[in-house]
């Protein structure tokens, strides 16, 4: 359906206009504005999903939802792999991701990739706070358009 | 679980709240960084402007428009086919003046808007769907079409409807037809 696409363009073109290189310093959590903005959105959806996925038992369990429930609502598709250290660092892997596969899938592409997942990282940092939990979210390309996103849920 | 996950009501409406609630994301950003209403209209119709000139082709792909010979035709192009893809509403049009290049097109509804219960304090002048405004220009713009796109009344700021006015700046030659958004 054409909704899609006009989040892709918005999209698109918030990465052209906003996107500016952000100093990460240790234990900061200073955000880029395109994080900032997927933040909100993401804290957003994750109030309108289904009530009973609210009740949560374990950290894991809101991992599985977000690959899942919140990547199909937003992307429409399942998340292809999810992988844990037990300790509270998550790594997602997304083979396809919808917002890089416009882009080429040569390795001058690669370069701009981060910019295309700020918003993302934004998103699910935001979902998950909704959902109770802090945390710090990166994400990393090897080859276009797939991609991963390491999720470090923060102990208060 | 009884039905696929993506086809569950309450995703799809999820999708479609993603592109207003992003878009409501950046009008507040753009709010924080730019004190002026003036300037936040500009930065939308700008941003507006490079989506519409990429959009145009998504339209012109999607859709079997016919070769338009009119201004008005191509204004009702826009509002029943392009409106309703891209936002699920169908404008109704008006032409403004005798010489058929000013047209109008009026929202009853503004999905853009959907959250949005009033303007921000201290932004009476704040046009907050000006990204459509763009989106329109840029994209009659790439099939050679120049064209002022601005809000002629808004919901938002206490008027009754919302309007989108379209005018045209150059006489269409009536020979030369084209493909139109």
Do not use: D
């Given at each position: 359906m054409a909704d899609t696409v006009l989040f892709e363009f918005l999209h698109t073109e918030m990465v052209k206009e906003l996107w500016a290189p952000v100093a990460r310093r240790g234990g900061g959590m200073s955000l880029s504005v395109l994080e900032g903005l997927g933040f909100r959105v993401g804290q957003a959806l994750a109030e309108r999903l289904?009530?009973?996925?609210?009740?949560?038992?374990e950290e894991l369990d809101v991992l599985k939802f977000l690959c899942r429930d919140l990547w199909v609502a937003v992307f429409r598709k399942q998340m292809d792999g999810l992988r844990t250290n037990h300790q509270g660092t998550y790594v997602l892997q997304d083979h396809s991701f919808p917002l890089l596969v416009?882009?080429?899938?040569?390795?001058?592409y690669l370069e701009e990739a981060p910019k295309f997942l700020a918003f993302t990282c934004g998103l699910l940092c935001g979902a998950l706070s909704t959902l109770g939990f802090q945390s710090q979210v990166t994400a990393s390309v090897a080859t276009l358009p797939a991609c991963k996103f390491q999720v470090v849920i923060q102990k208060s | 679980m009884s039905r696929p996950a993506h086809r569950r009501p309450e995703y799809h409406k999820i999708n479609k709240d993603l592109f207003v609630l992003t878009y409501g994301a950046l009008v507040a950003q753009l709010c924080k960084d730019y004190e002026k209403d003036e300037d936040v209209n500009k930065y939308l119709d700008k941003m507006g402007y490079g989506i519409g000139t990429r959009l145009v082709e998504d339209f012109l792909a999607r859709s079997c428009v016919r070769r338009c010979h009119s201004y008005s035709e191509i204004v009702d192009i826009i509002a029943q086919v392009a409106f309703k893809m891209y936002l699920g509403i169908t404008p109704s049009v008006t032409c403004n003046n005798s010489s058929r290049n000013e047209f109008s097109l009026i929202l009853d509804k503004n999905p853009l808007a959907?959250?949005?219960?009033?303007?921000?304090?201290?932004?009476?002048?704040?046009?907050?769907?000006?990204l459509v405004c763009g989106i329109i220009r840029g994209a009659l713009e790439m099939v050679n079409l120049a064209a002022d796109v601005t809000f002629l009344q808004d919901r938002l700021k206490g008027d009754s409807v919302t309007e989108i006015g379209i005018t045209f700046l150059k006489k269409l030659d009536?020979?030369?037809?084209r493909r139109k958004k």
């Open positions: 289904p009530q009973e996925t609210l009740a949560f038992r416009p882009m080429g899938s040569g390795p001058q | 959907e959250f949005v219960e009033a303007l921000p304090a201290g932004r009476s002048s704040l046009c907050y769907c000006n009536e020979k030369k037809c």
